[in-house]
């Protein structure tokens, strides 16, 4: 499975800022994220029909997890950012079978991150 995240940058604390994952395959697909200094946390998942997502507390109500299976990309929309959202973000895919009721997510392949800044 080739994950290859995008996106990434600079940006004013409040702003918004989208990142993208294209991921070849039917998986189950997630975001996590590791600040510096601290141990990589999850961040939201999505079904492979996109009928199905979780979140991380830290995130609901700002971030947005989307996908577009023609285009085999998945989205990561981030807006209201704060400083302690400045990490590095991975994609990951799961291959096997998902419970979203469980409230989690674990990945079975992982791509390389993208650096998002929050300015404050």
């Known amino acids: 499975v080739q994950l290859q995240a995008y996106g990434g940058g600079l940006v004013q604390a409040g702003g918004s800022l989208r990142l993208s994952c294209a991921a070849s395959g039917r998986y189950t697909m997630g975001w996590f994220r590791q600040a510096p200094g601290k141990e990589r946390e999850f961040v939201a998942a999505i079904s492979w029909g996109g009928g199905s997502t979780i979140y991380a507390d830290s995130v609901k109500g700002r971030f947005t997890i989307s996908r577009d299976n023609t285009k085999n990309t998945v989205y990561l929309q981030m807006k209201s950012l704060k400083s302690e959202d400045t990490a590095v973000y991975y994609c990951?895919?799961?291959?096997?079978?998902?419970?979203?009721?469980?409230?989690?997510?674990?990945?079975?392949?992982w791509g390389q991150g993208t650096l998002v800044t929050v300015s404050s």
């Open positions: 990951a895919a799961r291959s096997g079978f998902w419970i979203p009721s469980t409230g989690s997510f674990e990945a079975d392949y």
